[in-house]
């Protein structure tokens, strides 16, 4: 699929305002199931200095730094974007599908950062190992079944609904609520994953559903690593494995890493602020009916 994305922040203040460090993960990922075509970031006031970094996930994080002061901050990305099909699971494992729960000491040093609980202490929530050993149950210990499973418990027994404001809730909580966002689905299914040994990270991106709905927004799932297939995206809130109409901005352990637009301002004492946003996708070549991932690497 190629697709064009347009996202869109407008921030009004009632007085003039100094706007602090602001850190962009809007940049749609440029490797693996996907291809950055083009990519522009327009930001009014035009930073004192602006430049990319190289995050610890590999994603490619933009930050500016402004003077003077400003009354309308605008922030405007347009992407073009090329996604494939992955893989099968089921063939990119054949007879090697990992056994649940995976050994630590099997996997890589550089995925470890990937199992910490989320507990302060570095355990794990509670809840999330009780739903995880629920999900082994019906496994058979099999790490496809057991995501599989996981993906119809939560749907199950978790409500997706909208919910704009605040951080993602840990596991427990999303359980006791019945109902969460997106990104607390998400956040539940990495906790879960985390507790059978598989690393897990919180993706933020784009689902651009069909049919298309009235506005778009923003997205988060989650990416799980399976050896032997690499880092996989599963969505709780959808359908389960991701497919070609997902487009991913930013990965991290922690979903406030991951927001669209990170920053502060300053200004005089009682000052509003108010933000429209919207999110324009339009889909200029859907994905060919029966393409496989050999065409694109085999031409």
């Given amino acids: ?17 100094f706007l602090g460090p602001h850190r962009f993960c809007l940049k749609p990922r440029g490797h693996g199931f996907q291809r950055l075509l083009h990519f522009h970031l327009a930001v009014t006031p035009e930073p004192s200095r602006f430049y990319p970094l190289l995050a610890a996930s590999g994603d490619e994080i933009l930050r500016a730094r402004f003077t003077g002061s400003t009354e309308h901050f605008r922030v405007q990305a347009i992407s073009d974007v090329e996604t ?9 494992l054949e ?5 649940l729960p995976y050994p630590v000491g099997h996997l890589n040093g550089d995925l470890l950062g990937s199992l910490e609980g989320w507990l302060p202490n ?46 993602a809730w840990p596991a427990g909580r999303t359980l006791k609520e019945r109902v969460g966002s997106c990104r607390d689905l998400a956040m539940l299914m990495v906790e879960t994953c985390r507790c059978v040994g598989l690393p897990s990270r919180f993706v933020s991106g784009y689902h651009l559903v069909e049919p298309q709905p009235k506005q778009y927004d923003l997205h988060a799932w989650a990416e799980v690593y399976l050896p032997g297939a690499g880092w996989r995206g ?3 809130s959808g359908m389960g494995s991701v497919d070609d109409r997902y487009i991913t901005l930013a990965t991290s352990s922690k979903p406030t890493l991951t927001a669209a637009v990170n920053g502060s301002f300053s200004g005089p004492t009682g000052v509003d602020s108010e933000l429209e946003w919207r999110i324009e996708a339009e ?13 694109v690497l085999h031409g």
């Fill in 283 to 295: 889909v200029l070549e859907p994905t060919p009916m029966g393409s496989a991932w050999h065409e």
């Fill in 1 to 17: 699929m190629r697709a064009r994305i347009t996202h869109t922040f407008d921030y009004r203040y009632s007085a003039p305002v």
């Fill in 84 to 92: 494939q099909q992955p893989p099968a699971l089921a063939s990119c």
């Fill in 122 to 167: 570095g355990q794990h929530d509670p809840a999330a190992v009780d739903l995880a050993q629920e999900a082994l149950m019906g496994s058979d210990q099999r790490g496809l079944m057991f995501l599989e499973q996981l993906v119809e418990i939560i749907k199950d027994r978790v409500k997706y609904t909208q919910r704009h404001v605040g951080p």
């Fill in 234 to 236: 599963f969505d709780p």
């Fill in 95 to 99: 007879d090697h599908e990992p056994l």
